[in-house]
């Protein structure tokens, strides 16, 4: 058997052959563009976390600051302004407003302060410790002392004495 190949024959082959190695080296860089494609979608999702995390961690830096900015608002020479306004506007004296010894943490610096105070009944000492409480420079009252005493007087009103322990915080 004689194989000859006539020229047709050849060029044939030849095409097919190029036309074969043309279709592997595209197939080979489609698997490769793939591959990179592939790669930058895991890297964008990565990406998009990273954005999400440090967006979540932008809002809670701009959230403590707010706090912070309402917390350290204040002084000791404010906080008895308003303490002392607060009192009045309960119908409240104070005997003494004393300020305790600071207490220092590396995050916060706590103020206390020892007030003694009479009112005419146990409700003004109620609205008084709810006012504190629920003020914005924030106290806490941590201890409460209350005795009631019979006026020497002629009528049967009673005076009622209060021994209060507040605290207020500054964030440092």
Known sequence: MDLKLTPELQNKLINGG????????????????????????????????KSMTITSIDSLNKKITAYKQLVNTKDVNSLFNTINTLVSECG??????????????PLSTEYAFQITATAPSFHAIGKLISKLENHHDIFIVTSVGITSSRAGS???????????????????
């Open 18 to 49: 190029i036309l074969f190695l043309a279709l592997f080296f595209s197939f080979k860089m489609y698997q490769g563009q793939r591959q990179v494609v592939t790669q930058l979608m895991a890297q964008k999702e990565v990406e998009l976390n």
């Open 154 to 172: 002629g009528n049967d009103s009673d005076l009622v004495s209060v021994d209060l322990r507040l605290t207020s915080f500054v964030i440092k």
């Open 92 to 105: 409240v004296k104070i005997s003494s407003l004393k300020p305790l010894p600071e207490n220092s943490t």
